[in-house]
């Protein structure tokens, strides 16, 4: 029993390897540097790591948003960069809060200017007076 197994084991060793029979052991070591070097490496996708594919996503950095005219010069500290930047946006929010105080004080003075317009044309606009439907006709006139 153990011949017919060697001997089946044989056969499929044969089917799936080439044998150089009759080469001579120079052509059999270069025919397997030539095989071993043709050998395929299995697709990156099967592989679990892959020197080529960065595994980690890069660390995103708080950015921060620089106005036009102030970038830090090399000799600056850090601590003076901020505090020009903090100067800065003080400086910007005085500005709109100027603003904001001048927009309301025009649209109060149009206020005025609109409430003094009306008091002046009241003594001029013709009275409205309502009517109801039942009140234009006597009861007389509806029987």
Do not use: C
Not at 49 to 57: E, H, T
Not at 127 to 142: A, G, H, Y
Request: glycine letters at 2%.
């Amino acid at each position: 029993m153990s011949v017919q197994a060697e001997a089946q084991e044989q056969e499929e060793f044969d089917k799936l390897f080439t044998v150089f029979d009759g080469s001579s052991p120079e052509d059999v070591s270069h025919a397997r540097q030539l095989w071993s070097s043709l050998s395929l490496l299995p697709p990156l996708e099967s592989r679990l790591v892959s020197a080529d594919i960065r595994q980690r996503l890069p660390v995103s950095r708080p950015q921060r948003s620089t106005t036009a005219g102030a970038k830090p010069s090399a000799s600056e500290p850090p601590s003076v960069h901020d505090a020009r930047q903090l100067q800065e946006e003080r400086r910007r929010y005085a500005a709109m809060a100027d603003q904001r105080k001048e927009i309301q004080a025009l649209m109060r003075r149009q206020r005025e200017q609109r409430i003094q317009k009306e008091l002046l044309s009241v003594a001029f606009k013709p009275k409205v007076k309502v009517f109801r439907e039942n009140m234009r006709k006597p009861q007389e006139e509806l029987e």
